[in-house]
């Protein structure tokens, strides 16, 4: 009788570790409409993690002289990133006070953070060339500093994720694009797709079918009730959103 017992409490066990997991949030630009804070900037990253959030995505690019700097638009004060030194850049202040942030500092701080996953997303680069040094040194500082588990990867450029792919095999890459079938980026070796709202409102089926092919699913940049809502019905692993406090009430059901 205690070996029966024992056995419908392990199946009932397993049987709930089959169930889909909640939906998670990731605040986008890091947790940046709040006081203090900024779109990308090391203090929009350490208030997503005082949110508890899953992740804070940020954007990074090339300066002219090759350093990885955080930032979304390609230009910044009027200095345009990849035609300007990192000697000049690192002066630009962002609104929150802070200095643009280097991808080398932003890894620092999120090190010391390690409940919650970096969400990197590579910009799309003119050349091949640019793409192929960013990826290698991306994937070389964050191996540097042992935060394999602690980065996950998203680009708009499909060369990036495949270089990807080859460069951190084991890495969580998604593709944000929105133009291949879960089948097709499942076949590239990546693990996700990270699709715009509108994307997965023409394609809900994606979401099972991403996950029946072992696929992550994210979608971005999702605000508002109405919409939040649909997508945690719609049971992606992740919304990407301006409004992480909101996303989490919801999810919760507080809201
Ligand atoms: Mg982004």
Redesign the pocket.
């Known amino acids: 009788m205690k070996k029966f017992l024992m056995l419908c409490t392990l199946t009932a066990a397993s049987l709930t570790g089959l169930q889909a997991q909640q939906t998670q949030v990731i605040a986008h630009?890091g947790f940046w409409d709040t006081a203090g804070s900024a779109q990308n900037s090391i203090a929009a990253l350490e208030k997503a993690a005082e949110a508890k959030v899953y992740g804070s995505?940020f954007?990074v690019q090339l300066t002219k002289d090759n350093v990885v700097v955080v930032n979304?638009d390609s230009s910044i004060n009027g200095y345009i990133i990849a035609d300007t030194p990192y000697s000049k850049l690192k002066t630009l202040k962002l609104k929150s006070g802070e200095n643009l942030p280097s991808l080398e500092a932003y890894l620092d701080k999120g090190k010391t953070l390690p409940d919650i996953q970096l969400i990197l997303?590579i910009k799309p680069h003119k050349t091949k060339e640019q793409e192929d040094i960013i990826a290698q040194k991306v994937v070389e500082m964050v191996k540097q500093r042992g935060m394999e588990k602690q980065v996950e990867y998203i680009s708009f450029s499909l060369y990036v994720c495949e270089q990807l792919v080859k460069l951190t095999p084991g890495s969580q890459i998604a593709y944000l694009e929105g133009d291949l079938s879960p089948e097709e980026v499942k076949a590239k070796g990546m693990t996700g797709i990270d699709y715009a709202y509108k994307v997965f409102r023409k394609h809900p089926e994606w979401v099972k079918q991403a996950h029946d092919l072992g696929l992550s699913t994210n979608v971005w940049t999702v605000n508002g009730e109405k919409k939040l809502k649909k997508m945690i019905d719609l049971k992606v692993d992740y919304i990407t959103t301006n409004q992480p406090l909101l996303a989490t009430e919801l999810i919760n059901g507080q809201k």
Request: net charge negative; aromatic share 0%; charged share 80%.
């Open positions: 630009r995505e954007d979304h997303e």
